[in-house]
Every structure is written in structure tokens, then in C-alpha cells.
């Protein structure tokens, strides 16, 4: 192999299956190590392969455990699951701690810590392959009720622990603050919000965006690139009566084949309202979706639904998520908005992904065959 000109070992590396088989390459020599590890190279490569690869989830609730590391299955990486194990984070001596993952992002995790004794909490993020974290209180005016729920990683900038962005919505006084937290100031900052004397519940991701309904027909849309917050008010949709708290639980947002952001709403028992942003920048129906008997059994049609809003990365392009409660349980199925496929899934809360690190760090000894 010593031999073999560097172009020509360039494009045998492009063609490996995968980013760990491109890792254990470059584990071999230093040759191939250092065309590996070259920008052009690495670019190039990114450009033929889908990347970075999810290597598991995260399954998180309040409970007084780190949340646990699950591969999926089948295997889809030769990486040790011991190295995304959260054994490293701290819980300052207190026993009584409970943890939760609110959001993932890439190789970033953020959870919030509660010390129950104390009554404080505060988040983390922590990257598990490289073992590093930052503890964040959260912002100064966050009385601990009003945090829950309302925190995100917001993507768009650098990936992994020397740049990352926190965005926390609180809920307080009859109004809405939002606060991004930086990593190059370390503290957090105030940003500014359109229409902010109500209430806003986050609704989904979609097209680059975070996205929140403020209990009527108005949406707040959070672009993750700029942390810049802007507002719309949906046009009247017949069957869905924004006030009513039943309708308040059926809007979502998916991401069409198209790539452009909709909006959707459950509109009676058992029909779907698409709305998509017309050139004007109005928002319109675009199309209605009935579910049938042929999509869902009879007596599911009857039970009372709602959306399942997507934890990042992990919902389909052109799909939402239901949740139906019946008799024997929850059930909660994807359905497509263009085929009208119905799936049934597994009734999960809270599994997060993580992935592999791109571009990877060809220093670490993560990684084996």
C-alpha cells in the first residue's frame, strides 16, 4: 500500500461504507492519517455520505438516575457504548437528584438537574464521547416551576462544547422572556419577543426553525441560526377553534418534501388541516386529510387524540406523530402527509439521539473494530 500515490488512496478512502470504517483507516498508519484528517478531504467525504451517523438514544424522564444510553438495533456503529455513558457528570454529593434530557443536538446533550432537597435546579451540557460539561443556572429571573419543558440547544452555529447555544422560554408574570445562553460570554441574554403578553407551548422543529403556539391563532417561530424571534397569526380553519383546550393540543408543524415548513391541525375527530406559507407570506390551506377506517381501526377514530411533537432528528420529513388513548392504553402513530401511510411506533417519551462527532477527532481513542 506504501506504494499507492496519496491521490489514489484518497479516492479508495472516499468509498469506505461509513465514518467509523473511515476512522479505523485512519487508526492505521500515519500516512493515512494524515490524509484523513484533511480538511479538503474530510469535506469531500462529508459531501458522499449521509453524516454524521446517530449512534443511540438517550431514554429520559425526572427520575433519580443519569438517563440511559440504548444502541440501536440493529447495531449501526462499532463504537463502545461505554464511551456515551453519563457517569461523569456530577450530582455535588446530593443523593436526592433528579435528571432529565431536554434536548440533543448532534453529540450535545442538554438535561436539567433537580436537587430535590433544595429545590434548585439547573442545566447541563455535556458532550459523552469527549466526557466534557458546563453547568448553566438558569436565568436569574426563572422561578424553577417555569423552566420545565421550555429549553432547547439551538442549532445553526459551531457543533460540540466550545460553541454552543442555550435558548430558555419563561413563562412569568402573564408574560413570555426569552433567554440564549452563549458560551463565549458565559452568561445569558435577554432577546426580544414579538407579541409577548401570553403563553407559548413549543409545537415542534421544523425547516431551521423552533416553533410555539401562543394558545390562540398566533405562532411564534424561533430561527436557531440568528436566536431571532418572529411572529404570524394562522387563518381561520374550519373545525379548529384555537381556544378550546382539546384544539390547543392538535397543532403541529412538519417539514414537506419540499423542505418548506406546515402547519397542522387536528380539525374535528378525525381530520387533518395542512397549512402551508403562501408567496405573500400569508398562511393558507393547503390541503384537508381525512383519516379513515382504512388508515385507523374504527373504534381508534372515536378515542380522543393529539399530537406527538418530534424530538429533533428523529420524525420523518412529511410526517406527524398521534398519540391515541384507548382502553388498553396509549398507542401513537406517524402518519404521512403525502401517501396517507399510517404507522404504528413504539410509545416512547423522551429518546433522544446522539451522534458521531463530524468532523471527527482523529486524536481520540473512542473508537475500535
Known sequence: MDTIPDDTLELILLHLDSQVSLLRAASTCKRWRRVVAGDAFLHRFGSLHKLPTVAGTYNSSFLRVRPRFVEPSPRN???????FSLDFLPDNGITLTRWRINDSHRTLL????EHCNKGIRDFIVCEPLTRRHQIIPPPAMAS???????????????D?????RVL???HAGGRSH???????ASCWRAVNISNHERRYEFIGFASGSIYWHGGDRTVLATDQATAQFSSFLLPHVEGWYPFDAISMLKITVAVGSDGQTRIVLGAGTATLKVLVQAAGGEWALEKSIQL???MLDPPLLERRWYFVH????????????IRIHTAGGRRKFSIDLETMEVERLPDMDGAYPTKLPWPPSLHAGNYHA
Open 292 to 294: 379513515t377506517a382504512a
Open 178 to 184: 426569552a433567554f440564549v445562553f452563549c458560551t463565549g
Open 160 to 164: 460540540g462544547m466550545s460553541n454552543f
Open 110 to 113: 442538554l438535561l436539567e438537574r
Open 310 to 321: 418530534g424530538v429533533r432528528g428523529v420524525q420523518s420529513t412529511g410526517t406527524v406523530h
Open 168 to 170: 430558555c422560554l419563561v
Open 144 to 158: 424553577p416551576s417555569y423552566i420545565r419543558g421550555q429549553t432547547f440547544l439551538l442549532g445553526g452555529g459551531s
Open 77 to 83: 456503529t462499532d463504537v463502545d457504548s461505554v464511551h
